[in-house]
């Protein structure tokens, strides 16, 4: 099984920053990327970033706006999300990721951290 284990979540006032930071332990594996998700209140859940093994990173334009980097090490098992200029749209519970495997996937979850932005 893999853990994943978020912190870094709070409470922020509007144009803060905060950096989440999510571990990975257990039987990992192969680790094919890492990333981020959240889930507003009353809405779905969305993709914020991910990065893949070799560093190459995707973020969803529409949520990040430029104002979050995604991280990785590898070493550690552990990725990071940086976020800026925060926004109070950008209220969630945040969720990291991890996808692994090789012919066949498997993605585990986070419990989740909130991350709260008072205008």
């Known amino acids: 099984q893999v853990q994943l284990v978020e912190s870094g979540g709070g409470l922020v006032q509007s144009g803060g920053s905060l950096r989440l930071s999510c571990a990975a332990s257990?039987?990992?594996?192969?680790?094919?990327?890492m990333g981020w998700y959240r889930q507003p209140p009353g809405k779905q859940r969305e993709l914020v970033a991910y990065?893949?093994?070799?560093?190459?990173?995707?973020y969803s334009d529409s949520v990040t706006e430029g104002r979050f980097t995604i991280s990785r090490d590898s070493a550690k098992n552990t990725v990071y999300l940086q976020m800026s200029s925060l926004k109070p749209e950008d209220t969630a519970v945040y969720y990291c990721?991890?996808?692994?495997?090789?012919?066949?996937?498997?993605?585990?979850w986070g419990q989740g951290t909130q991350v709260s932005v008072s205008s």
């Open positions: 990721t991890v996808r692994t495997g090789w012919f066949t996937t498997t993605d585990y």
């Open positions: 257990g039987s990992i594996g192969r680790v094919i990327r």
């Open positions: 990065i893949g093994s070799g560093g190459s990173a995707v």
